[in-house]
């Protein structure tokens, strides 16, 4: 546990030093900013704020979704393959550290820093709660807030595992995005185009899990299982991939 | 305190180490030479637990290195060859990183003893990005002597430093040998046969030799080797020399040089000394040449046959 927070540590600290964890909290931030005051302009211009009160996820949640699918990637994919090139592998994996512990503590790190860009990003359904009347559905605003960080974990650990497979961090990258993508969205094609049995991969597509129900605050215990299982199954790729490192 | 049995270690079809077996006792320093690729880094690997070996075993301190890696990486301190360091950190944060993954109670006090000892203090708050090469290893030197590990193990620690600071880290390797163990590997021959007390001399995977440094030398000398300098001419005085009793193995070499040797214990230079000046050459030098450990080092791992050290040529002629 002590190694994991440590790890953790050195790692949630590392984002501040890097110009890349800039750069993407940058343009996330950005590209809400400007789609948040884009879509007032808009409201106040047209029917105004008579029509339906508009809830935080249909104004900056949709988007901050997917823009966590292509920026992920991103922060995750020299966690464990940029080792490998510096050399530090060796350190780590002759250091009294278990290999999950290394894995963990890594994905802790970039999960704590996600939190922390997710957090900030709390400003805009706070404005939104001043400018319209009666304030928003807090509820509503929890749920899409909870399937995001649940995802963003969902994907954290996707991309610490795909990083331990390479040891090149643009490869990395490169098959997480393409691995993130085909979880958001292409597994649930099927749902929209078999007449029967869709179902299944309905479940399987997490963009379906966010969009309709931590969107629409019709959550259940599954949606949060299937998250926390994909989060499971990224840390377990990555130790496999770290044990598989040392024989080879 | 380090037990090796019988490890192998192969990559594909290639053996990397072959079937090696060695000990080291605790206090001791002991040499691991060999040429680049002979296995030395791949043993130290196996030994620290970063690799596990595909058959034999290892103990560090009683504690078997794979079914105990644990144990053993607790125990054990270890500068890969490559010394790994983050460049984004300050030395102090690096060190302090480290002590924690070791859960080293007072870490910070334990850092900066540990920069002291290696005189790095001044440079703690500095980037590792920006110190020089010898700066860097023995930052790296610091990360394994941090938690006072029973067992260190060096993958070539001196190469790449200047003249000064290979004094220093040898320095701090001869102080921390004195009561823990010490693997170090090289190959530069007088660093080992400055620093250890036995060295093993490794060439494909396999130990070539085995021994403390004089004896390796007097094992494999097996005659006592004798450089004479003259003025002029000194092929006749050449032949002269040859027909001594008990002279062997005569060379002119030009330039007034001549060298021979003679058994071991058989002392025959006064005898030569005496024709040289008694045949009106002006006698300028005389001196002993040993085989020196690089001779010994290449006569053993020349090419494909390991010479094992009983059968190395005593130039019976």
Sequence with gaps: MQNIWTIAKREFSNYFNSSIAYAIAFF?????????????????????????????????????????????PFLTMRLVADEVRMGTMELLLTAPVRDYELVVGKWLGAFLFVLLLIAITLVFPFMLNQMVTPGIDQVLMLSGYLGLVLMAAAFLALGVGISALFNNQFAAAFVTLLALLFLWWFIGLPAFILPTGGEIFRYLSVGSHIQDNFATGSVNISNIVYLLSLTGLGLAIGTTAVEMRRWR | MIRVNELTKTYGLRKAIDNLTFEARQGEILGFLGPNGAGKTTTMRILTGYMPPSSGEASIAGYDV??????????????????????????FDYLKFMADLRHLPNAEERVEETLEMVRLLDRAEGYIGNLSKGMRQRVGLAQALLHRPEVLILDEPTIGLDPAQIIEVRNIIREVGKERTVMLSTHILSEAQQLCDRILIINKGKIVAEDTPENLQARLTGAERVQVRV??????????????????????????????????????????????????????EMRSINLSLEEIFLQLTRDDIPVPAETVPVNEE
Excluded: C, H
Aim: hydrophobic share 45%; aromatic share 10%.
């Design chain 2, 231 to 284: 003025r002029g001419e000194t092929q006749d005085l050449a032949e002269k020399i040859a027909q001594m009793k008990g002279i062997q193995n005569v060379q002119s070499q030009g330039e007034g040089l001549i060298e021979f040797q003679f058994a071991p214990g058989q002392d025959l230079r006064p005898e030569v000394a005496r024709l040289v000046v008694e045949a009106k050459y002006d006698l300028l």
């Design chain 1, 28 to 72: 996330i931030l950005i590209f809400l900013g400007g789609y948040f005051v884009a879509y007032m302009v808009y409201l106040s211009s047209s029917s105004g704020f008579m029509m339906d009160t508009p809830d935080a996820w249909q104004v900056t949640g949709g988007l901050l979704a997917t823009l966590l699918v292509f920026s992920l």
């Design chain 2, 66 to 91: 794979v079914k105990e890696s644990l144990e053993v990486r607790k125990r054990v301190g270890y500068l890969p060859e490559t010394v790994p360091l983050y460049t984004d950190m300050t030395v």
